[in-house]
């Protein structure tokens, strides 16, 4: 599986966008960018997922290098809520796990 | 989203005793169940990979007498820890992964089950 490679820790106020970034240089051509987030004691929430142009849902957005060795999954408005450990994790098309890194956490201020 | 329920939420049992833990799929049919098992303030640890009617593909590592696994429906697997000790102590993660009506092939995760063993 293609590492990736995120910041510990984040901190972030309140109602801000906060932009986690997520280096992927060992990206292949068929690798998704998947983004998932864990709060406290809870088990892992998708977030959002991407292969080459940028992507919004509900929940984030997420933009993609145009070399794809890096993405940054953005919040627009951050709420406590979102405090969690962010995950940007690679996986090929057609594979069946999804292997999880150190990730991020997100601490948000009020 | 789709939703993934596991039972119990929290377990504490003696050593040398087995659990079991239940993983279903409440509103979509899942082809591919998946076994995690998190320490404290580390990441997810994938422990086995099962597929409907199929024996589990265990990880490197990860004792397949130990941890039992059955997939026996598109909605239903378990995780038995059998001889259960202290060091197994961990929260247990499922997750599952198929088509949820309109939506794409994506990963969805249960809220875990903690397990403590004395």
């Known amino acids: 599986d293609a590492k990736t490679t995120q910041p510990n820790s984040m901190e972030s106020n309140e109602e801000e966008p906060v932009h986690l970034p997520c280096n992927h240089s060992?990206?292949?051509?068929?690798?998704?960018i998947h983004w998932y987030r864990q709060l406290p004691s809870q088990g892992p929430e998708y977030v959002i997922h991407?292969?080459?142009s940028n992507v919004n849902n509900r929940m984030a957005s997420l933009a993609i290098a145009e070399d794809r060795k890096s993405s940054t999954l953005i919040l627009h408005r951050a709420t406590l809520r979102d405090a969690a450990v962010y995950y940007c994790?690679?996986?090929?098309?057609?594979?069946?796990?999804?292997?999880f890194g150190q990730g991020t956490r997100l601490t948000i201020n009020p | 989203g789709a939703v993934v329920s596991q039972h119990p939420s929290r377990v504490i049992c003696k050593s040398g005793t087995s659990v079991k833990i239940e993983c279903r799929s409440l509103?979509?049919?899942?082809?591919?169940m998946f076994w995690y098992r998190q320490f404290p303030k580390q990441s997810l640890m994938l422990m086995a990979t099962?597929?409907?009617?199929?024996?589990?593909?265990?990880e490197q590592g990860v004792e397949k007498d130990k941890f039992l696994i059955n997939h026996a429906s598109l909605t239903l697997s378990t995780l038995t820890v059998t001889s259960a000790h202290p060091e197994d102590s961990s929260f247990y993660i499922c997750?599952?992964?198929?088509?949820?009506?309109?939506?794409?092939?994506?990963?969805?995760f249960g809220p875990g089950t903690r397990l403590t063993v004395l």
């Open positions: 099962s597929n409907e009617g199929s024996k589990a593909t265990y």
């Open positions: 991407g292969l080459t």
């Open positions: 994790i690679l996986r090929f098309q057609g594979a069946q796990k999804l292997v």
């Open positions: 060992t990206i292949s051509g068929t690798d998704y």
């Open positions: 997750s599952a992964r198929g088509r949820a009506l309109g939506e794409t092939d994506t990963q969805y």
């Open positions: 509103d979509f049919q899942a082809t591919t």
